[in-house]
């Protein structure tokens, strides 16, 4: 198994990405984006694919933003709708009403869990000292990291609500993993982000952070904890060798026990 390091004699803080990276809530996702997208799609074109257009169109980016995103791919255009319409409604709010209403049934019936290898790894960096903060472009953000029952963990949460009370842009743009560092109290360089989603990891790139951390084998079609399927993947981690990334300070991962923490945030003297 390959190790790479974590060093937090220059890192101080660890930005999370949450679906895919803290709780397994990938595969309920893409599930309600094929159910809603599929009876949409029906005489229009081809069925939603639950890996390939996830991954490329939808997977870590603000929900209506997905959808305008994956529509566009098919060519095919849909007024933008109202929060007023009925979901399932052939516009881009109804789209997204029908795609919230079906994920969050799944979380009511099934609950959500986080990744074991996740919280292992917020354990050691909280117990050296280092900061930890989620971001999620999910209006349920804060509501799914307290469902996995590790909202302790973090010092910081910064969701979809915030996202909308701020005027941030979602990813690829880094403004709200910047945000959360701000929260932090701490400049860009010094903080290291750890996702998967393709968006979210172009954000890192972009948001000047110390270290990228990219989180492979957590797609859809992959297996539990991180564990990849008899599928060959195409999300990050999944290419050959998965060595370190192209990126400056970046690393790939195929399951984040192949972090290694090392050193110590020492506390701010008074």
Same mark, same amino acid.
């Given at each position: 198994?390959? @190790? ?12 999370? !990405?949450?679906? &895919? ?6 595969? +309920? ?9 599929? @009876? ?17 169109h ?9 959808i ?11 007024? /933008? ?6 979901? &399932? ?10 795609k ?19 919280v ?20 349920? +953000? ?7 029952? @590790?909202?302790?963990?973090? !010092? ?22 910047? /945000? ?29 952070? +110390? ?5 492979? &084998?957590? +797609?859809? &079609?992959?297996?539990?904890?991180g564990?990849? $399927?008899? /599928? ?9 060798? !998965? ?10 991962? $195929? ?12 506390p701010?003297?008074?």
């Open positions: 198994m390959n @190790v790479h390091v974590i060093d937090l004699t220059a890192i101080s803080a660890v930005v999370f !990405d949450t679906d &895919g990276v803290v709780t397994d809530t990938a595969r +309920g996702h893409a599930a309600a984006w094929k159910h809603v997208f599929d @009876v949409f799609l029906r005489g229009r074109s081809a069925p939603f694919d639950i890996r390939d257009d996830y991954l490329r939808v997977d870590g980016r603000p929900r209506l933003d997905g305008r995103t994956f529509l566009a791919a098919r060519g095919i255009t849909v007024p /933008e709708g109202s929060p007023d319409d009925e979901p &399932g409604a052939p516009t881009v709010h109804g789209l997204g009403l029908a919230d209403r079906s994920f969050m049934a799944q979380v009511d019936k099934y609950g959500v869990a986080a990744f074991p290898a996740t292992a790894l917020l354990h050691e960096l909280r117990r050296r000292g280092a900061r930890t903060a989620a971001v999620s472009a999910s209006m349920h +953000g804060r509501r799914l990291v307290g469902s996995a029952g @590790v909202a302790h963990l973090f !010092d910081e949460l910064v969701d979809g609500n915030d996202a909308a009370l701020l005027n941030l842009p979602g990813t690829p743009d880094p403004a709200l993993f910047l /945000e959360a560092a701000r929260r932090l109290d701490l400049p860009a360089p010094k903080v290291a982000v750890v996702a998967s989603a393709l968006p979210t990891l172009e954000a890192g790139r972009k948001g000047g952070f +110390g270290v990228v951390v990219a989180v492979g &084998g957590r +797609g859809p &079609g992959d297996g539990p904890d564990e990849p $399927s008899d /599928e060959p993947g195409d999300g990050p981690g999944d290419g050959p060798g !998965d060595g370190p990334g192209d990126g400056p300070g970046e690393v790939v991962v $195929s399951d984040l026990g192949e972090l290694e923490v090392r050193g110590r945030v020492l701010l003297r008074a």
